[in-house]
């Protein structure tokens, strides 16, 4: 099958589009035709050496952990899945080597769950590891709910998005960070925009003069520690980081996301209610990876950017 590849850690420059052998066929695993992919920023930072010290690596890597296809063949035990079943997942092992950016996945069980039918392939792709962070953060961490004001960092991003919908599907009011360009978008989505950079705190308290109920960081650093001050008296710390496990030292929680088969079917009902949409800013073939990586490490794009195989979307 094709797939791309890196044979060593650096910038997009290394990937390369090559025939590798079919992904084995695990018991509690099922093979899947992949119709389309989602880039995260963990893929170029993997790529890039970044989780070497987190991750056992395997060379070659195929890059990737967001899919969404068909399920072709089932192992042995798996009983739940046949093939011709339309599925989504967040197929992370818990080492570095098989990815997603291939024509053919095999998934555990416990990575998938039934594409939400309300989405398109490359929809479906771009939720996994962006809606589960979200999701985790927001449900699993922070307990967040109507009673709540929570401050989404970058709200325009990829997890962001994903977290404006979540937090307002739960009832909460959201105060989301964002260039003065997305601001418009941010409103369509229910959050309050304001710009992020110098003088954040005082926009924030403007709009909330008591202070927020929760924070969910994307920066780390300072602007994680200006978030933190910018929670109201009685919230304690609920205060979630992406960026910088020191949040630990402020009394707040690291997030890595997990693959979770409940948390993923709680995301396909939630884009099935039409309370999910997520934005593709850019879809690509897969032989455009090292573009897509391109794409995605400027940091200015909105949204996912989706790979697609020959003939998968």
């Keep these: 099958m094709k797939a791309v590849v890196y044979r060593r850690y650096g910038g997009p420059e290394v990937l390369e589009t090559a025939d590798v ?51 072709a063949r089932t192992g042995p035990t798996v009983t739940g899945y046949a093939a011709g079943d339309e599925v989504f997942g967040y197929v992370r092992r818990d080492s570095i080597g098989p990815g997603t950016y291939a024509e053919r996945v095999a998934a555990p069980v416990r990575t998938i769950a039934r594409k939400p039918a309300r989405l398109t392939w490359e929809q479906a792709a771009a939720v996994p ?97 200006a978030s933190v001050r910018l929670l109201a008296d009685g919230a304690g710390t609920r205060v979630v980081s992406l960026a910088d496990d020191g949040v630990r030292e402020l009394g707040g929680t690291f997030v890595f996301a997990r693959p979770s088969a409940g948390d993923l079917a709680r995301l396909a009902r939630l884009a099935d209610d039409g309370r999910l ?32 195989p020959a003939g998968g979307g």
């Design 21 to 71: 052998p079919d992904p084995r066929l695990g018991p509690e695993s099922v093979l899947i035709d992949v119709k389309a992919v989602s880039v995260n920023p963990v893929d170029w930072q993997t790529a890039a050496g970044d989780l070497d010290s987190r991750f056992d690596v395997h060379f070659p890597v195929i890059p990737g952990w967001d899919v969404a296809g068909v399920v």
């Design 129 to 225: 590891v962006a809606g589960l962070t979200a999701y985790q953060s927001l449900v699993g961490v922070l307990a967040v709910s109507a009673e709540d004001t929570v401050l989404v960092q970058a709200a325009a991003g990829g997890v962001g998005t994903f977290a404006v919908q979540i937090a307002r599907a739960l009832g909460a009011r959201v105060i989301g960070t964002a260039s003065p360009r997305n601001h418009d978008y941010l409103r369509a989505l229910g959050a309050e925009p304001v710009a992020y950079g110098p003088g954040l705190a005082g926009r924030v308290r403007a709009l909330a003069p008591g202070g927020v109920t929760a924070v969910l960081d994307m920066y780390g650093g300072e602007p994680l520690r």
């Design 277 to 308: 949409v997520p934005e593709i800013a850019r879809v690509l073939p897969l032989d455009e990876a090292a573009e897509a990586f391109r794409l995605s490490r400027s940091g200015h794009v909105r949204g996912k950017i989706v790979l697609t």
